[in-house]
């Protein structure tokens, strides 16, 4: 198995070469920019901003520094539920009941959806408890229910920040409670994070995440995060605070096509916070415009695949893909290549990450934008295995 980079298309400003595959790419218009300035208006001390469709980072400050999450850490708690419920390990409709040990610990400490003693809870509630109302209580209930154990669901918790690149992240407990220094995150990881879930898990991430609050044991409860309701399209994603970590943020929105996350972390006054947060996701859109490459499932090209039903398999993009350009910016070319490991392997899931779209802009780092198959492929029968065999003997 060896890395296939495959030259899709020479990508020029004003349109593509005639022998393109890709769609022509529009001019687009810029707005005048905005009077919020991050480099001088943000005062967070950690803050990050990427545009999911070009893979482009918009504004970066300590997206490296190690901070302590507190409830951001139950992003990656409903990621991993998001895992098992994908996987057949858990059911929406499966109860867990909060054990003794958990109540006497987590008994309204905290962000909690008020669980009763012995009380049992379906997995789609506390899913929804945990990202809309921050439910310590609920975090925990999930984690001994899904796992068997809290340390048992937090190993799988930090293997699959391993898995995601997430370097810089560590995972102590699955609701961000203070570990003395056990659990600790960046804002770039977070926002890898952030656009796994939604790459992989659309339909999850708009059950469970931007909901504007929750009733629960017949107590109603807001969801803390400062966009809904007041930045257009923002849907999520999660606030955090203790003593030690501060006031953190992890939001994002989608408007005309484009899928923006932020994260900033460190402030010491929830008004900052949400004020800044709105200002910032504001400028994410007004600062910089979108050039369109391709749209949301559309075909971006076609990787080969050995030991299959089929030896072809389309390749898509799960999101709208762009280039992102700011306003006072001119863009002058740029290469899209397929890159994948290849040939692929028989069996391959619909929706699986096989490949990359690489964007490459002079002057920029070239970005890598997922792509996943279109269709699954089923590992060949005899008769198919037949007809393949005879395309290689003659090169096909």
């Known amino acids: 198995m060896k ?20 769609p022509a790419v529009p001019a687009a218009t810029l707005q005048t920019e905005p009077r919020f300035a991050p480099e001088a208006s943000l005062t967070a001390p950690i803050a990050y901003m ?37 996987a057949g390990r858990l059911h929406p409709a499966q109860r867990f009941a909060i054990s003794d040990s958990a109540f006497a610990q987590w008994r309204r400490v905290g962000s909690t959806m008020f669980l009763a003693r012995g009380q049992a809870v379906t997995v789609d509630e506390l899913l929804h408890a945990i990202m809309t109302i921050s439910a310590n209580d609920g975090s925990i209930v999930l984690a001994e229910g899904a796992s068997g154990s809290v340390p048992a669901f937090v190993a799988r918790m930090n293997a699959t920040a391993q898995r995601l690149g997430m370097r810089d992240s560590h995972f102590g407990s699955p609701n961000g409670w203070p570990d003395q220094g056990a659990t600790y995150t960046t804002a770039r990881d977070l926002a890898v994070l952030t656009q796994a879930m939604l790459l992989r898990f659309p339909d999850r991430y708009r059950r469970y995440v931007g909901h504007r609050e929750m ?8 969801n803390r995060v400062p966009l809904l309701g007041r930045v257009a399209g923002a849907d999520g994603v999660k606030t955090g605070f203790t003593n030690e970590s501060g006031f953190g943020l992890v939001g994002s929105a989608a408007r005309d096509g484009r899928r923006i996350v932020m994260v900033v972390a460190g402030y010491d006054r929830a008004w900052q916070r949400a004020r800044e947060s709105r200002e910032f996701l504001e400028w994410g859109f007004a600062a910089w415009a979108a050039r369109p490459l391709f749209g949301r499932g559309e075909v971006v090209a076609e990787a080969r695949v050995q030991g299959g039903a089929d030896r072809h398999v389309p390749l898509i993009a799960p999101l709208a893909y762009s280039l992102t350009t700011a306003v006072d910016e001119t863009l002058e070319d740029a290469a899209l290549t397929l890159r994948y490991e290849g040939p692929l392997e028989a069996p391959v899931a619909k929706g699986d990450q096989v490949g990359v779209l690489r964007v490459a802009v002079p ?3 070239p970005r890598d934008l997922p792509l996943v198959a279109a269709r699954s492929v ?10 393949n065999g005879l395309f290689g003997l003659v090169g096909l």
């Open 3 to 22: 890395l296939r980079p495959v030259l899709i298309a020479p990508l020029l400003v004003a349109g593509l070469s005639a022998q393109a595959q890709a």
């Open 50 to 86: 990427g545009d999911l469709g070009s893979g482009r980072v918009l504004f970066g400050r300590e997206a490296d520094r190690r901070f302590m999450p507190a409830s951001l850490t139950k992003i990656m708690t409903a990621y991993v539920a998001f895992e098992m419920l994908e």
């Open 215 to 222: 009733t629960f044991n017949g107590i109603r409860q807001e």
């Open 363 to 365: 002057g920029q780092p």
């Open 378 to 387: 089923a590992s060949a029968g005899p008769a198919a295995r037949l007809r």
